[in-house]
Each structure stands twice: as C-alpha cells, then as structure tokens.
C-alpha cells in the first residue's frame, strides 16, 4: 500500500526490512527514488530527530560517483526518512550469496570503488562506520570494470551515527555489525576514519575467501577474535596484495592506510590479477563453534549457519527480515578480551579435529589426560610389581645350614 512522506514523495513499494527501518521503492517530483524509513521509536525520539537535522547539511552535501547520494531528508510528525538515488542493480550481499566468492581481479574493482568513496566521505569529515556488503550496491546499468564487475557505491551514510545517540549507547555500548567491527571500537574508544579501512579490508577478504576473517559462533567471541587474533593467511593471491590486506586488517589504527591510498594500491594490482579464477579455500564449519560458544546462537539440528540477510536499495532484492544485522552490545571487559584465543584466527585444521580452545577440544585434552594418568598408574604399579618380585626371589633363597653335626 502506497504512503506520503512529507508532502513530496510516495513510498509504494517496500524493498526491504532492517534493523534501522524499512526501505521503500518511491516517487519523488524528479522519478524515482529510494526511501529509507526509520523505525518509529527511532522517529518519535526527539535527541535523535535533532541529530538526523544537523546531519543533513554533512548527508546531502556528499556527492561522489560511488556513493548513493542522498537527496533529502524529510522529518514529517511520525515520519523519519532518507530519501536517496534509486541505483538499478543489486547489493553485495546479494551477489555473494550466489556466488559463495568472487574473482579476485572484480574484488578488488569492488573494493577499490567503495574505497574511493570512502576517500570521498573521510575528506568531507564524515565516517561511515557500517561498511559491509549489504550497503555496497552494484549499478547494473553502469560500464563493466575490471573482472567484469558493475560499478559499486556505497549507501547508508549517517545511519549508524544517528541511532548511535547517547541516550541509545551510552560508554558501556557499543553499535555495529560485530565481523565488520575494528578492534578500537570492540575497546570503547571513539570511531574515526581508520574503522571504515578496517571494515572494508574485511569485505574484501570475505569476497576473495567466502567468509569473513573473524565471523562466526556468538557475537562477543567474534568481537574477541577482533582484539586478539591474527588474520589467517589466503592462498594464491600475490603477496603485494596479501600485504595490504594484513595493513589495513592493523590491529593499531596508525598502521592502516587512508583510504586515497587503498583505492591506489588496490588499482595497481589489477594488471596482475586479470584472469585470475576465484580462491579455492575451505570454510570453516561454524555450527558446531556456534553452538559451544552460545546455545541460543545456534541453528536447530540439520539447518546450516545462516548468513547475514541483505537490505538493499535497488529493486528485486530479496528481503530478508529474519537478520538483525546492526548489534548493540555490552563492550567486553579487559579481563574477557584478555581471556580469548591468543593467535591466528580460525587456523586451518584436519577434518575432524575439534577447533582449539571448544569445549569438544576441552574434552579431548582431558580424556587424553586420563589416559595418561591411568598408563602412569599402570606403569608405576608393573615396576612396583616387578621390583617386589625381584626382591622375592632374592628373600626365597634356601638358607645355610651353619650347624654341623659330629658322628659320636
């Protein structure tokens, strides 16, 4: 059913559901148009509403091929809206969905053109702070790139930073999509430009490997990985770009690049990954990480681990309601962060052998533990029997006779 927002756009058709709203496909006086309505707690919230206000001088001034730029924002009574370019094509998400992984020459396109806008956003001052494939759309209408890849923009601007209020998140909370989350923010420190490097490095090793470097099982051991484990190595793709990946995955925000640089870099691999086919890498099984880490995080017998749902701005893309993919949580403690896995993240490991630090590995080290105890006990008790048995034949000998007897 058709709605007005404010008294210049219709939204007829819903896109998609997400944790921050719903997206509709409207009209507005100049065509088409991509609505993006808040939920209404979000809207009947007066600090936020002041917040999405003085936003939108910074929103509406961001114009960049590879951004989704916004048009207007209307705050009309109930009605908290941002109202942007429709782009002809799918998202990220979507896409990989379908695919499992990409080429590894179209990533990096992809990647570079999210770069570029984030180049774009960080010189005008506004940090994204929700990079993740659902809000990177493919124009299908636009020129082919490298690896034959659509031109990629990036969407969602502001959203995370007006539902980030201090009313919403106060210092113990923390807002995002818990595989994209740069380790500063998993510490409580404030988001700058270096958390979009970080989540976008993400995106990218998840397009060339199928998975992210960090994901799976309950969100705080995800957020914990973040702090404490290294990335796992990807096999067969140069090692230049394996480099720019580790640096911008940086635990220290210094040590990532600026975004200008990133898109450069990236750029210059091409020439070397043309005609490369996609990684052949395993994922790791995650449903039974899942389930020791959290029992309410896990898929019922027989169902695999779902991947996030996408919420797209383009029409035809599926919605999916099911996925809050936008997390508010407590930020972990010292002690807890301290707490985890120390290493590589997700090592490589032989079917069958349980992930270290699980509770099935925790079960395995104590059965080994009592079978070795129990040979300890065994061995000790043959040499005590051996020893005894030595000591037996020396006491049984037959004793000397040292009385003698005279013939009358």
């Known amino acids: 059913m058709a709605r007005k927002i404010g008294s210049r756009y219709t939204a007829n058709q819903i896109l998609g559901r997400g944790s921050a709203g719903t997206v509709w496909l409207g009209e507005g006086p100049e065509g088409p148009v991509a609505v993006k309505l808040l939920r209404e707690d979000l809207s009947s919230d007066q600090e936020l509403v002041g917040r999405f206000v003085q936003e939108r001088t910074a929103l509406l001034g961001l114009e960049h091929p590879h951004i989704v730029t916004v048009r207007d924002l209307v705050v009309d009574g109930n009605d908290l809206a941002l109202v942007m370019d429709l782009v002809r094509g799918t998202d990220l998400r979507t896409r990989l969905e379908r695919e499992r992984r990409l080429a590894p020459e179209a990533a990096v396109a992809i990647v570079a053109d999210v770069a570029d806008a984030l180049a774009a956003a960080h010189a005008a001052g506004v940090v994204h702070r929700d990079v993740k494939p659902e809000n990177v759309l493919l124009d299908m209408q636009g020129p082919l790139g490298p690896g034959g890849a659509h031109p990629a923009l990036l969407t969602d601007f502001g959203v995370a930073k007006l539902i980030d209020s ?64 290294t990335v796992v190595p990807l096999p067969g793709i140069p090692e230049e770009l394996w480099q720019l990946l580790v640096q911008c995955l940086a635990k220290a925000p210094a040590s990532r690049l600026r975004a200008s640089e990133l898109a450069a870099r990236l750029r210059e691999q091409l020439p070397l990954l043309a005609g490369m086919p996609p990684l052949d890498v395993d994922e790791p099984d995650l449903s039974e990480e899942a389930a020791e880490e959290s029992a309410p995080t896990a898929p019922p017998a027989g169902e695999p681990v779902r991947r996030r749902g996408a919420v797209s701005l383009v029409p035809g893309a599926k919605p999916d309601s099911n996925r809050d993919t936008h997390t508010s949580m407590r930020v972990p403690g010292p002690d807890e962060l301290a707490g985890g896995a120390h290493g590589t993240a997700r090592a490589p490991r032989a079917t069958g052998t349980p992930r270290p630090g699980s509770a099935k590995h925790r079960a395995t080290v104590r059965r080994r533990r009592i079978t070795l105890g129990v040979a300890g006990v065994a061995l000790a008790a043959i040499v005590g029997v051996g020893a005894y048995a030595a000591s037996s034949d020396g006491d049984s000998k037959p004793p000397q006779d040292t009385h003698s007897t005279s013939a009358p």
């Open 166 to 229: 201090p009313k919403r998140t106060r210092a113990t909370k923390i807002i995002g999509t818990p595989d994209y989350l740069a380790p500063e923010i998993v510490e409580g420190l404030p988001p700058r430009a270096a958390v979009d490097i970080y989540a976008l490095a993400t995106v990218l090793y998840e397009l060339l490997a199928g998975f992210t470097p960090f994901g799976g099982g309950h969100p705080g051991a995800v957020l914990r990985r973040h702090v404490t484990e």
